[in-house]
């Protein structure tokens, strides 16, 4: 079965780190012990969630981090190559302004910065989302294949098997 090319990382906080920011967890484990040098995407804000809880914000805030600054270099040097955010609009992204302030102020370089952005497109390469379309194979399979009972049972095995159910004992 081919490698996993990517994740994505939670808003649970492990041993007082948050996921999405834990270097052991992101660098050492995900990618040193296991291999898998990919995309690991954040939980919807969970960047953001690191620190202290902002005005607006419901509670639930790590306080690992002071800045959404820090917050964005946390995740970024720690693993999280992006940052999936709620607000959809990029200009106020945690990650956009963030990381921008944080390469000008020498917090993060340019090859910390690159190696995110290839370790984010990378798998869009890999399944010719920029070939053209002709020469990709599953851009022909017709809806009728997508769409029959044998894909749709296939889908829900997989979604089956790919489950893990955790008991919180503690």
């Known amino acids: 079965a081919p490698a996993p090319q990517g994740l994505m990382c939670s808003y ?6 948050p996921a999405c920011g834990h270097g052991d967890l992101l660098r050492g484990i995900v990618e040193g012990e296991w291999g ?9 804000d969970a960047i953001a969630q690191m620190g202290d ?20 270099v946390t995740g970024l040097l720690n693993g999280t190559t992006v940052s999936l955010e709620d607000d959809s609009d990029p200009e106020t992204s945690v990650y956009h302004l963030g990381l921008t302030t944080a390469l000008t102020n020498g917090l993060v370089t340019l090859t910390d ?13 890999r399944a010719g989302l920029y070939d053209p379309p002709e020469t990709v194979a599953w851009n022909s399979i017709p809806a009728s294949v997508i769409e029959s009972d044998a894909s749709h049972a296939l889908a829900r095995r997989a979604a089956a098997d790919a489950l893990v159910l955790l008991q919180n004992v503690g």
């Open 113 to 125: 910065l690159q190696a995110a952005v290839t370790r984010a497109l990378l798998p869009r390469f």
């Open 53 to 72: 809880p902002l005005p607006d914000d419901p509670p639930g805030g790590h306080n690992f981090t002071h800045s959404l600054l820090e917050s964005a």
């Open 36 to 44: 898998m040098p990919g995309l690991v995407i954040s939980d919807a």
């Open 12 to 17: 649970n906080a492990i041993n007082g780190v």
